[in-house]
């Protein structure tokens, strides 16, 4: 018997695996966010299967994280990886809440899903070479800071020994005033 885990705490969203993924699968990261799934809903208190992407085969997809599907996907599917299955229960509070998303789907329903990952993707607009290209990008923009730093640096040197030999300098002056006093003095 698979093991249910609890990934709220409260009970709200639960995660069975059915099949596991391989041992070196993708999950969904900040940098692969997208994400495209086979699922198959029903309502938990009948069984109904109110949505499947089985019937037609098609795929949805979405990013994680950014509150596009209910909430208990948002924290189910980053728990995942790449040819995993998993049954997801979730409450209420994680799905449709008191509304319900009617016709199909009632105020205050448990909803069953059988989830399956099927690939996780790069944002459109960036791919794995602009990811090394974004982290190029930042290295070339912590030299230039160390640069504008260490420059900084000299400057502040410089500084400090400018001021330095001015009080040098004033300090000169005030001696040769005191030594001028003192030879006045002794030419009275």
Not at 55 to 60: C, G, R, S, V, Y
Not at 80 to 106: Q, R
Not at 162 to 171: E, T
Request: aromatic content about 4%; charged content about 35%; hydrophobic content about 35%.
């Amino acid at each position: 018997m698979a093991e249910t885990v609890d990934l709220t705490g409260d009970g709200g969203v639960l995660k069975t695996v059915i099949r596991k993924p391989k041992a070196d699968a993708m999950a969904p990261s900040d940098s692969f966010p997208l994400v495209d799934v086979h699922y198959e809903g029903t309502l938990a208190d009948t069984g109904e299967v109110f949505d499947t992407t089985h019937e037609d085969n098609t795929i949805f997809s979405f990013e994680v994280g950014t509150g596009s599907v209910i909430k208990a996907w948002d924290i189910a599917l980053k728990t995942m990886k790449v040819g995993e299955v998993a049954k997801i229960t979730c409450k209420p509070e994680y799905a449709y809440g008191t509304a319900g998303s009617p016709p199909e789907i009632p105020p205050d329903s448990t909803l069953v899903f059988e989830v399956e990952l099927v690939n996780c993707r790069p944002r459109k607009g960036s791919s794995i070479s602009t990811v090394s290209d974004e982290k190029a990008r930042l290295e070339e923009l912590k030299k230039q800071r160390e640069m504008v730093a260490k420059s900084k640096e000299e400057e502040k040197k410089k500084r400090e020994e400018a001021k330095a030999a001015a009080a040098a300098r004033i300090q000169a002056k005030l001696d040769a005033k005191k030594n001028q006093g003192k030879g006045k003095a002794k030419a009275k």
